[in-house]
């Protein structure tokens, strides 16, 4: 008896039993893709090649022993050549008005790019060297080890560095990767399923112990947003600013400039002095450090209205207070003009 070669079918049969809906086969290709099996015609995907061959056929028809051309979308690529698997019936004309008609397969030649003698192969990438202690800084007893997976706590430095009997710190270097179930670290090619089993792989580097780093680090200057407001008596001025270390911070008060020095946690610094537009009374200026910023209350020396908050920036609109016109200040019975004011040359 004939043996049916349809994927997923590959019965025998008898021809007087074969009709259209004898064979339950899988027209396309099977699929193996990061463990999973399959097949492209339908949608179930199993792990095990064992589930994969018992995985039913989805189309039925008609055995057949014999073997199915390659479907027309496909082309398969032999050497250097490329056979199209769908005859061409179409006549081609030369020249001379010669039709021909090709009813055989199609060949393409394929060439591969040569590789330019100037092109290098970079290098790979050179790892990082791995951060170490500060040996004048004093680490407080029961301090645990920074590195990945090591957890050792400090108890002396003859015993946790240089030469100490548990002064070897055996790490990972990489960070961890979490993938279609597996665990495992980046540095190293163990994977695991289960998370307990995750926490227990040991690490693949060794080195010296991580208790409180390197006191060396580059500060990064960066930028912070300002903004403020103004009342008669007060310009109130915003720094936003995250994580600042009040200890570490500064902010001093002059008659017509102050100078912001903020540093954060995260070893980065905000410097600048503003050269302010009018005078303020450093003695009764304060400021506040909050959550996300450092609010500046500045005393005006005068209660007049500020067109910006510093001395180089371009004139805004300028803010004023008053009940009638546009200079006077709240509650006042008169104009209060500083002498450089336009107002106060025209009365003159």
């Not at 580097?205 to 390197?214: A, D, P, Y």
């Not at 400021?287 to 500045?298: I, M």
Request: proline content about 7%.
């Amino acid at each position: 008896m004939p043996t049916c070669v349809h994927k997923g079918c590959e019965k025998t049969y008898e021809e007087k039993d074969n009709h259209e809906t004898a064979c339950l086969y899988h027209p396309s290709a099977p699929i193996f893709h990061e463990g999973l099996k399959g097949w492209q015609c339908c949608s179930k995907r199993v792990t095990s090649f064992d589930e994969f061959l018992a995985i039913p056929g989805c189309t039925k028809g008609r055995h057949s022993n014999e073997v199915p051309p390659l479907p027309e979308s496909n082309e398969t690529s032999k050497g250097s050549e490329t056979v199209s698997s769908k005859p061409s019936i179409e006549p081609t004309i030369d020249k001379n008005g010669v039709e021909t008609y090709n009813s055989g397969p199609t060949y393409t030649s394929i060439q591969s790019k040569p590789v330019e003698p100037s092109q290098k192969v970079k290098p790979p990438p050179q790892e990082e060297k791995p951060e170490e202690d500060d040996l004048s800084i004093p680490v407080e007893p029961g301090t645990v080890c920074k590195r990945s997976s090591c957890n050792t706590a400090y108890v002396d430095d003859a015993t946790s560095r240089n030469e100490g009997p548990q002064a070897e710190c055996i790490y990972h270097s990489g960070t961890p990767i979490f993938h279609e179930g597996s665990k495992g670290w980046s540095c190293c090619s163990r994977k695991v399923l289960e998370f307990e089993e995750f926490l227990k792989i040991k690490g693949c580097k060794k080195g010296n112990h991580l208790f409180v780093g390197s006191s060396k680090k580059e500060e990064e200057i960066i930028e912070c947003r300002h903004d403020w407001y103004q009342t008669p008596s007060n310009v109130i001025m915003s720094v936003f600013c995250k994580k600042i270390d009040k200890e570490h911070s500064t902010i001093n008060f002059k008659e017509k400039e102050i100078c912001i020095d903020l540093r954060t946690a995260d070893n980065k610094r905000f410097k600048e002095d503003f050269q302010l537009y009018q005078y303020i009374e450093p003695e009764n200026s304060t400021y506040e450090f909050l959550t996300t910023k450092v609010e500046l209350k500045l005393k005006k020396a005068n209660g007049i209205s500020w067109p910006s908050l510093k001395v180089d920036e371009d004139f805004g609109t300028t803010t004023t207070f008053g009940v009638q016109g546009g200079n006077a200040t709240v509650g006042g019975k008169e104009y209060i003009l500083a002498s450089d004011s336009p107002l106060y040359a025209n009365q003159q």
